[in-house]
């Protein structure tokens, strides 16, 4: 299955026989898990498994297990295949996010709250812009994610971050500095994925902790290349610059097509159950960038 499927898709529309629809995908080139992440964790919690094209979290009482990217980057089409904790996994949470670390750190985050079986698992995405967050999206997911993989990624460009569930965006941040507000564009990330217990906020505000009964929680990503300015000596002014032979530089990336304004636009109004800009408690004023970032 083609890595960061929702990136770039050129659809065929081929005829053998019966006419049907192929879909190519912008494929990262293919590596293992060894060429380009590192784990702290034993092999028991971090199970690189096929060669290293595949790569199970397992988490128990004893620990939350994570890896991390060895490059840093800046720029690119970045993702992942995930398939999350099946059946009960109330409490659990599962992370896939991009971060600079250090004290004002950029960060795109994906991370997967599981529920209690048969309830649907929500994912929230947040952006943290030199060091300031809160800015959470919660949306429920359309299938049932469990059940096979999915892509999740981001394409982040100088002038736009989307994020991308499989082929659908579900999320728009622009570069609003003309606004005032920080954008990512100046501290590489590393890429980094984890399955932790969120029992205290994660499932219906904290109402069902992680049952570890029903463990261990097993998560499985794929997908190993990175389609992304690799920093490389230090050398950020590189990948920062937007270097015209990196595609997603192309004036068409920095912008959706109607069909993918057509898509957020659904994704807005039928599976968005949680939006900052839309938290008068929080932000008794709208946040500056949130009327740049919405299509409904
Ligand atoms: C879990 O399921 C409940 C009931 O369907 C739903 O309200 C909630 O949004 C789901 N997700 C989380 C993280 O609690």
Not at 49 to 69: I, K, M, R, T, W
Request: hydrophobic share 40%.
């Amino acid at each position: 299955m083609g890595f960061s499927t929702g990136i770039r898709t050129l659809v065929l529309l081929t005829c053998v026989g019966a006419a049907f629809l192929a879909v190519v995908t912008h494929a990262a080139y293919a590596a293992t898990f060894n060429e380009n992440y590192v784990t702290g964790a034993d092999a028991k919690h971090t199970q690189v498994l096929d060669g290293g094209n595949v790569v199970n979290l397992v988490l128990d009482q004893f620990l939350a297990p994570e890896f991390g990217s060895k490059g840093l980057y800046l720029f690119g089409a970045i993702g992942m295949n995930i398939k999350l904790v099946p059946g009960d996994s109330a409490g659990t949470v599962t992370a896939y996010y991009l971060s600079s670390g250090g004290t004002h750190h950029d960060e795109l985050d994906f991370e997967f709250l599981g529920n209690v079986s048969g309830q649907p698992y929500t994912l929230q995405t947040n952006v943290f812009a030199h060091g300031v967050g809160g800015r959470e999206q919660r949306v429920n997911l359309w299938f049932d994610p469990t059940e096979n993989y999915h892509s999740y990624s981001v394409r982040w460009t100088r002038e736009i971050i989307i994020f991308f569930v499989d082929d659908t965006p579900i999320r728009v941040f622009r570069n609003n500095e003309n606004l005032g507000v920080p954008f990512l564009n100046a501290q590489p990330v590393g890429i980094y994925a984890s399955l932790w217990d969120g029992s205290a906020w994660a499932t219906q505000g904290g109402r069902y902790p992680i049952n570890w009964a029903a463990g261990p929680f097993v998560a499985s990503f794929q997908g190993f290349g990175v389609d992304g300015c690799e920093v490389a000596g230090g050398n950020i002014a590189y990948c920062a610059a937007g270097p015209a032979n990196a595609w997603w530089n192309a004036g068409q990336y920095q912008y959706l097509t109607q069909q993918q304004i057509a898509a957020l636009k659904n994704v807005q109004s039928n599976y968005l159950v949680y939006d900052y800009c839309t938290d008068r408690v929080r932000y008794p004023n709208e946040p500056a960038e949130c009327f740049k970032n919405w299509y409904g």
